[in-house]
């Protein structure tokens, strides 16, 4: 039992490139969510899902599209990358809305 | 809306000293939850304590008591006789957020320094 398991653990862009952040969780988890954290702002919501083939917007959408189309796993896109996403990014899931979040170890973005 | 405010943005004790961390919350809902999460230095979140808006007694787990207070508004965490490796971020985070799927409502963190 993997929990939430988060690839890559690190990785480094340029300005305009592209890539896909894939959060898997092995729990059965209905809910699922993906979280920025930059210095002194705590978490920020993207975006979550509710179910496999559900997705909405969080907090903080702009430049990141997202995708579930399997329960176990929920994707993270960023299009055109930009300085302004460097940050850490943490994928949460739990079985209901109203059940404990368990978080996945994070992926450290760096935008040059 | 709902928000939480952790005022305390770094505390430093010595090692044995025991500490508070202050959790202050605002929402409408009448049902909710409180959690406070842990963030060592190696980065991941570690789920700490989950306690309902009915519940209003209070937790103790070994050196670990959670205060939670209705009439305040407050859920403070006390970390007692401190130990270096309860050097951590602590975050305390306010749920659901009906509008964002249940999602956290996190505060901004209070950075905790145990000295030996």
């Known amino acids: 039992n993997a929990g939430v398991t988060q690839t890559p653990k690190f990785r480094v862009l340029k300005t305009g490139q592209s890539m896909t952040l894939l959060c898997a969780q092995d729990m059965n988890h209905e809910y699922m969510y993906w979280y920025r954290q930059d210095p002194g702002m705590g978490l920020r919501l993207i975006h979550y899902s509710v179910g496999e083939g559900t997705t909405a917007k969080g907090e903080v959408p702009d430049g990141y599209n997202v995708s579930r189309l399997k329960k176990q796993n929920f994707l993270l896109g960023l299009e055109s990358a930009a300085p302004s996403q460097t940050s850490v990014y943490f994928c949460?899931?739990?079985?209901?809305?109203?059940?404990?979040?368990?978080f996945g170890p994070g992926t450290r973005l760096t935008v040059l | 809306a709902q928000k939480v405010t952790q005022a305390q943005t770094e505390i430093s004790v010595v090692e044995k000293e025991d500490v508070t961390l202050d959790c202050v919350y605002e929402?409408?809902?009448?049902?909710?939850?409180l959690f406070w999460y842990k963030q060592p230095p190696s980065g991941e979140l570690v789920f700490l304590i989950r306690?309902?808006?009915?519940?209003?007694q209070n937790e103790i787990s070994g050196r670990y008591s959670w205060n939670f207070q209705k009439s305040t508004s407050s859920f403070n965490f006390t970390i007692t006789a401190s130990q270096v490796v309860d050097s951590a971020v602590y975050f305390c985070a306010l749920s659901p957020d009906s509008n964002s799927g249940y999602a956290l409502n996190f505060g901004k963190g209070t950075s905790l320094l145990v000295t030996p």
């Open positions: 949460a899931s739990s079985y209901s809305g109203w059940d404990t979040q368990y």
């Open positions: 929402t409408r809902d009448t049902t909710y939850y």
């Open positions: 306690r309902n808006s009915f519940d209003e």
